[in-house]
């Protein structure tokens, strides 16, 4: 069983930063990619940032590309996503999930690619 527990969330103006971190348990980290999604009232969930086991490629969504910052700890089972210039439109619950396949060197942004999620964490973007 794996546990990935998120937190850093909260309520952060527009033009604020905030960072998320995603502690992950129960079988070897560094031998997975990593990714974190949204979800917004009402809406589906969507992709944010992947990264791979080895951190040597990273995907971005068009709507956070040079905003949002993805990375990881494999010493510390531990991924990142740094958020800067936050919008109003980037309020969501955040969830970091984990790829299904080991060693994968292609991210998917497909959300049943990944088979273990956290519980996720609320972020809110005041204008």
């Known amino acids: 069983q794996v546990q990935l527990v998120e937190s850093g969330g909260g309520l952060v103006q527009a033009g604020g930063s905030l960072r998320l971190s995603c502690a992950a348990s129960?079988?070897?980290?560094?031998?997975?990619?990593m990714g974190w999604f949204r979800q917004a009232p009402g809406k589906e969930r969507e992709f944010v940032a992947a990264i791979t086991w080895s951190s040597g490629s990273t995907l971005y969504a068009d709507s956070v590309k040079g905003r949002f910052t993805i990375s990881r700890d494999n010493t510390k089972n531990t991924v990142t996503l740094q958020m800067s210039s936050l919008k109003p439109e980037d309020t969501a619950v955040y969830y970091c999930a984990a790829d299904r396949l080991q060693h994968t060197i292609v991210l998917v942004a497909t959300p049943r690619r990944y088979d273990y999620w956290g519980q996720g964490t609320q972020v809110t973007v005041s204008s």
């Open positions: 129960g079988r070897t980290f560094s031998r997975y990619a």
